[in-house]
């Protein structure tokens, strides 16, 4: 990618016949001004996109593992190295990765798609956010890794692009890992001053003690200015915590009072276990031979009203 930098430095030409043209860049300065603040930000993005990437789609790459942080008591945050302090991951939003597992004794390693939850804004290291099942062929082999060991990793896979300003109104359905392409998305737009999408996230757990990255969240949409609101669903509360909006299941009520209102300025996203994704938004299309589709719109979203160009399912 190609970049340019401003006029800012260029010398004028003093002679008379100059003369109007420098008052008009003195009377157009406060404008330029103005002009650049609001383009400065969008500027710093796109040369961040011109540093260095560390991915490649054909072939697997070796991170080296930095920190190991628990989350709760069967997810972990894998904060990888990149190659310099300089590389970004080089990923676009929203995208995904294939990250190896161990190998077998035929020397195949299998491997699962992850989102990281790091976007381009951070240099040096990127995190993945994963949750170890005891029948987990790759999850169970991460979360045993310790700082010095190497994850393999390989992409990016782009899923639906995003661009700032895309839709007024983004809400986002999550249950339990499916946090992390929402996690993804919503700083994407938070980093941008300029986009003003509102957005809105339920995000669904077994209890309380299983709500990942909540003090982040919350930080977040505190941070936010209103832009983000969270509003956190389970099925148990056995803490009594007075800041779950909902015990059970994600209802047609629940969505009529926290998502956008079906319509062309509103896109919801869905990402959790199968039972859920099918439950709230039906489930995806899988047809042999070919990778799944987003099929048609179900369950709890297409008894609010919502069609298939306001429903993604990740």
Not at 133 to 141: A, F, I, L, N
């Amino acid at each position: 990618f190609g970049a340019t930098q401003g006029a800012a430095g260029v010398l004028f030409d003093t002679r008379p016949h100059t003369a109007m043209w420098v008052t008009r860049l003195r009377l157009a300065a406060p404008a330029s001004a103005a002009f650049a603040a609001l383009a400065s930000h969008d500027a710093q993005r796109q040369l961040a996109r011109c540093e260095q990437t560390s991915l490649d789609k054909s072939e697997f790459r070796s991170f080296p593992l930095l920190e190991v942080r628990a989350v709760n008591h069967d997810t972990k945050v894998l904060r990888c190295k990149l190659p310099s302090d300089q590389h970004v991951l080089g990923m676009s939003v929203s995208s995904l990765v294939m990250v190896g597992g161990e190998k077998g004794e035929d020397g195949k390693a299998p491997a699962r798609p992850y989102t990281p939850i790091t976007t381009n804004e951070q240099k040096g290291y990127f995190d993945l956010l994963v949750k170890g099942y005891p029948k987990g062929v790759v999850s169970k082999y991460l979360c045993s890794l310790k700082p010095g060991d190497s994850v393999e990793i390989k992409g990016p896979f782009p899923k639906l692009p995003y661009k700032a300003n895309m839709k007024k109104h983004i809400g986002m359905i999550a249950g339990g890992s499916g946090i992390t392409p929402m996690i993804q998305v919503i700083k994407e737009i938070l980093n941008n001053p300029n986009d003003k999408t509102q957005m809105a996230l339920v995000f669904a757990n077994q209890t309380p003690a299983d709500i990942l990255l909540r003090s982040e969240l919350d930080d977040m949409a505190a941070k936010s200015k209103g832009q983000l609101t969270v509003n956190y669903v389970v099925d148990r509360n056995d803490t009594s915590d007075p800041k779950i909006r909902h015990v059970g299941y994600v209802t047609s009520n629940l969505v009529h009072s926290t998502m956008p209102p079906p319509s062309s300025d509103a896109l919801v996203y869905v990402c959790g276990p199968p039972a859920m994704l099918t439950a709230v938004a039906g489930p995806k299309k899988i047809e042999k031979g070919k990778p799944p589709a987003q099929g048609e719109v179900g369950g709890v979203l297409k008894e609010v009203g919502y069609t298939e160009d306001m429903v993604y399912k990740f």
